[in-house]
T-cell receptor, first 112, second 113 residues
Framework: NAGVMQNPRHLVRRRGQEARLRCSPMKGHSHVYWYRQLPEEGLKFMVYLQKENIIDESGMPKERFSAEFPKEGPSILRIQQVVRGDSAAYFC??????????FGPGTRLTVL | GDSVTQMEGPVTLSEEAFLTINCTYTATGYPSLFWYVQYPGEGLQLLLKATKADDKGSNKGFEATYRKETTSFHLEKGSVQVSDSAVYFCALSDRSTLGRLYFGRGTQLTVWP
């Protein structure tokens, strides 16, 4: 059973561009959580999704950030018009229920 | 709201030394408690967990006991190895907040041979 997959592992964008981060959960997992890790800090919750539904987006910035988890395909975290402060590691985790979460290797976003 | 306070690092130890990393929490409900480990350039791996008061989680020589009276979940290992060098995160999850994890800031552990 493959683990949680994230791609790309590293992403470089210039200010004002869009960043798309993908997360494929473990087989059989229908719950996906996204977290952001800023330098020298712990992970901060962003959004919780189930297939085709956003359950809790209370940790998402109000503007420029969006997330989806379609019926088919990976979960996508989208950041529009990136700024330098968006540079961070973005991790997704999947779970078969609201239980133990299994983390992917992360996408490290660098905004130039 | 729910939160986790974790001992500041970095922690530097010699091989075979005793390790303690302190973690205390604040929660409105009855949380589950976790320790995650992050090796350089990798994602987080679950190290151990405890789901109710007085439970002891253990794995790979690491232990932590869920202490409700002191709201603590300190990580211990009797004899660390160089391969234990990593960042350790304490976290909690509460069903009332839909299972999201609240993390401490992380503690960098470096073990020298």
């Amino acid at each position: 059973n493959a683990g949680v997959m994230q791609n790309p592992r590293h992403l470089v964008r210039r200010r004002g561009q869009e960043a798309r981060l993908r997360c494929s959960p473990m087989k059989g997992h229908s719950h996906v959580y996204w977290y952001r890790q800023l330098p020298e800090e712990g992970l901060k919750f962003m959004v919780y999704l189930q297939k085709e539904n956003i359950i809790d987006e209370s940790g998402m910035p109000k503007e420029r950030f969006s997330a989806e988890f379609p019926k088919e395909g990976p979960s996508i975290l989208r950041i529009q018009q990136v700024v330098r402060g968006d540079s961070a590691a973005y991790f997704c985790a999947s779970s078969p229920a609201r239980d133990e979460q299994f983390f992917g290797p992360g996408t490290r976003l660098t905004v130039l | 709201g729910d939160s986790v306070t974790q001992m500041e690092g970095p922690v530097t130890l010699s091989e075979e030394a005793f390790l303690t990393i302190n973690c205390t929490y604040t929660a409105t409900g009855y949380p589950s408690l976790f320790w995650y480990v992050q090796y350089p350039g990798e994602g987080l791996q679950l190290l151990l967990k405890a789901t109710k008061a007085d439970d002891k989680g253990s794995n790979k020589g690491f232990e932590a006991t869920y202490r409700k009276e002191t709201t603590s979940f300190h990580l211990e290992k009797g004899s660390v190895q160089v391969s234990d060098s990593a960042v350790y995160f304490c976290a909690l999850s509460d069903r009332s907040t839909l299972g999201r994890l609240y993390f401490g800031r992380g503690t960098q552990l470096t073990v020298w041979p």
